[in-house]
């Protein structure tokens, strides 16, 4: 079941402090990764979303990978153009402290290269890369978004779809995880501006990239459906 806008904002605010917590404690090289497939049918969306997440755990067992990441935050999505679909694992990324400064980079090619291998297929692929490092944060932004959402409650229906609905949407690992369970899940949508934490850069940039990742809140859904 694809997510309300409520729960859009609930779980961008959510990671948004696990983010922040996790900078607290440790220094880390942040990534948002996009991994997906281009002009899926109907009728092949349900076999390539398995092989898509089959892909993505098999990816995440690279030595490459393995030995860059800390963990991950993942989150399955379809984006819907017309008759064709594009299915997408977002996935936000804490990388060791060195990960720019050495042989544990990973360049843009070759995160193709691994999603290639990992999904056995060559041709059609979708990966995106973006560093998060906070320079295009701001700090009155953050504000001014949720009294938008709360302000324009009625117009992001809830949506629902029968292809995603017996998959796991979303899920955390290793630091990641061990954040999540410190914190609790109990967490509740935040639109009291003065409680919302806007003191990380970082955590402030991708709670902006993670709510463009939910149906019914990024902007090009409204030509989508």
């Known amino acids: 079941m694809l997510l309300s806008w409520e729960r859009a904002v609930e779980l961008a605010n959510f990671n948004h402090q696990v983010i922040t917590e996790v900078n607290k404690k440790q220094q880390v090289n942040w990534l948002l990764v996009?991994?997906?497939?281009?002009?899926?049918?109907?009728?092949?969306?349900?076999?390539?979303?398995?092989?898509?997440?089959?892909?993505?755990?098999r990816l995440f067992k690279y030595?490459?990978?393995?030995?860059?990441?800390?963990?991950?935050?993942?989150?399955?999505?379809?984006?819907?153009?017309?008759d064709r679909y594009h299915p997408r694992i977002h996935i936000l990324l804490p990388m060791i402290k060195s990960y720019f400064q050495g042989r544990y980079y990973i360049k843009y090619d070759n995160?193709?290269?691994?999603?290639?291998?990992?999904?056995?297929?060559?041709?059609?692929?979708?990966?995106?890369?973006?560093?998060?490092n906070g320079r295009d944060a701001e700090r009155e932004n953050i504000q001014e978004k949720l009294l938008n959402f709360r302000e324009q409650e009625s117009e992001f229906?809830?949506?629902?779809?029968?292809?995603?609905?017996?998959?796991?949407?979303?899920?955390?690992?290793?630091?990641?995880?061990?954040?999540?369970?410190?914190?609790?899940?109990?967490?509740?949508?935040?639109?009291d501006v003065d409680e919302f934490c806007i003191?990380?850069?970082?955590?402030?940039?991708?709670?902006?990239?993670?709510?463009?990742?939910?149906?019914?809140?990024r902007e090009e859904e409204k030509l989508l459906f």
């Open 63 to 82: 030595k490459s990978i393995q030995q860059a990441s800390l963990g991950y935050f993942r989150m399955l999505d379809i984006v819907k153009k017309g």
């Open 157 to 191: 229906p809830f949506r629902e779809s029968q292809i995603i609905t017996p998959r796991r949407l979303i899920g955390y690992s290793k630091l990641l995880k061990n954040v999540t369970e410190h914190l609790g899940n109990d967490n509740k949508l935040r639109l």
């Open 111 to 132: 995160w193709i290269s691994l999603w290639s291998r990992a999904v056995g297929i060559g041709n059609g692929l979708f990966v995106k890369v973006k560093v998060v």
């Open 199 to 217: 003191n990380d850069p970082i955590a402030n940039q991708a709670f902006f990239h993670m709510l463009d990742w939910h149906p019914g809140v």
């Open 34 to 57: 996009d991994l997906g497939l281009e002009n899926i049918t109907m009728e092949q969306i349900n076999q390539i979303l398995d092989k898509m997440l089959i892909g993505f755990n």
